[in-house]
Nanobody, 115 residues
């Protein structure tokens, strides 16, 4: 069974930082383009960032310059470094392949940005 487990979320003040991690079973993080997605209350899930197997990255405009996606293929792990966090970044964050596959959605990790 292939699993993707997200961690690293929490409560942070505006302007703060968090680093999310996504550990995958099997070789998913090594073999596929990976992405981070988020879903805010009352909104649809949206793309945040992607990274290809050759480490080419892409970001939604609202996080460019603040978030950085990276991968450690040896550890089957994908990261999302989030700096200068804003209240509008509050959401549940998920990792998945890019494009996402329905069977790989996990529980996500909650990020709350509030003073």
């Amino acid at each position: 069974q292939v699993l993707l487990v997200e961690s690293g979320g929490g409560l942070v003040q505006p302007g703060g930082s968090l680093r999310l991690s996504c550990v995958t079973s099997g070789s998913i993080a090594r073999d596929y383009a990976m992405g981070w997605y988020r879903q805010a209350p009352g909104k649809l899930r949206e793309f945040v960032a992607t990274i290809t197997s050759s480490s080419i990255t892409n970001y939604v405009d609202s996080v460019k310059g603040r978030f950085t996606i990276s991968r450690d293929s040896a550890k089957n792990t994908v990261y999302l470094q989030m700096n200068s966090l804003k209240p509008e970044d509050t959401a549940v964050y998920y990792c998945n392949t890019s494009p996402p596959r329905a069977r790989y959605w996990g529980q996500g990790t909650q990020v709350t940005v509030s003073s």
